[in-house]
T-cell receptor, first 115, second 115 residues
Framework: NAGVMQNPRHLVRRRGQEARLRCSPM?????VYWYRQLPEEGLKFMVY????????ESGMPKERFSAEFPKEGPSILRIQQVVRGDSAAYFC?????????????FGEGSRLTVL | SQELEQSPQSLIVQEGKNLTINCTSS?????LYWYKQKYGEGLIFLMM?????EEKSHEKITAKLDEKKQQSSLHITASQPSHAGIYLC???????????????FGKGTHLIIQP
């Protein structure tokens, strides 16, 4: 049973370009969470999605960031017009139910570097 | 201010020694999760505590949630090189930036085991 798969593992972008990060949850998991980990900071919640629905995006920056989890295919975190401050590790996690009743399974992360 | 405070921020321990990491919240914890992260990798779930006074053990790692449910400790007995990494506590504290669906994490404790 494959774990949470994230790709790419490493991504380099120049300022102003777009970054797309993909996350395939574990088989049977319909709840996906995106987190961002900045150097010297903790893991910050960004968004929680279920299939075709954004449930909680309270941690997402208001501009340039968007997330989706379509009926078919992986969840995608999209960052438009990247800036240097977007450089971070982005982690996806999935669970078979809402997190407050069970554990989260994390992917290996996607490390974005903005030049 | 940080909602979950972990202490110490870093810890260097000689192999074979015991150690304790603490996680303190200013709010009541409805669920407390301990994760381990190896440098450059994703998070591995260790344990989840939900009831005040609860204690769980896995191999040489024991975690407790205090009666008032505002503090947890992670104790490692007879530490080994394989214990090295970053230990993160995550909690469901009723909200995460406005929503109730994302775990809030501490900044982590960096553990180094000296041979």
């Amino acid at each position: 049973n494959a774990g949470v798969m994230q790709n790419p593992r490493h991504l380099v972008r120049r300022r102003g370009q777009e970054a797309r990060l993909r996350c395939s949850p574990m088989k049977g998991h319909s709840h996906v969470y995106w987190y961002r980990q900045l150097p010297e900071e903790g893991l910050k919640f960004m968004v929680y999605l279920q299939k075709e629905n954004i449930i909680d995006e309270s941690g997402m920056p208001k501009e340039r960031f968007s997330a989706e989890f379509p009926k078919e295919g992986p969840s995608i975190l999209r960052i438009q017009q990247v800036v240097r401050g977007d450089s971070a590790a982005y982690f996806c996690a999935s669970s078979p139910q809402r997190v407050n009743t069970g554990e989260l399974f994390f992917g290996e992360g996607s490390r974005l570097t903005v030049l | 201010s940080q909602e979950l405070e972990q202490s110490p921020q870093s810890l260097i321990v000689q192999e074979g020694k015991n150690l304790t990491i603490n996680c303190t919240s200013s709010k009541t914890l409805y669920g407390l999760y301990w994760y381990k992260q190896k440098y450059g990798e994703g998070l591995i779930f260790l344990m989840m505590l939900q009831k005040g006074g609860e204690e769980k053990s896995h191999e040489k790692i024991t975690a407790k949630l205090d009666e008032k449910k505002q503090q947890s400790s992670l104790h490692i007995t007879a530490s080994q090189p394989s214990h090295a990494g970053i230990y993160l506590c995550g909690a469901d504290i009723g909200y995460s930036g406005g929503g109730a669906d994302g775990l809030t994490f501490g900044k982590g404790t960096h553990l180094i085991i000296q041979p």
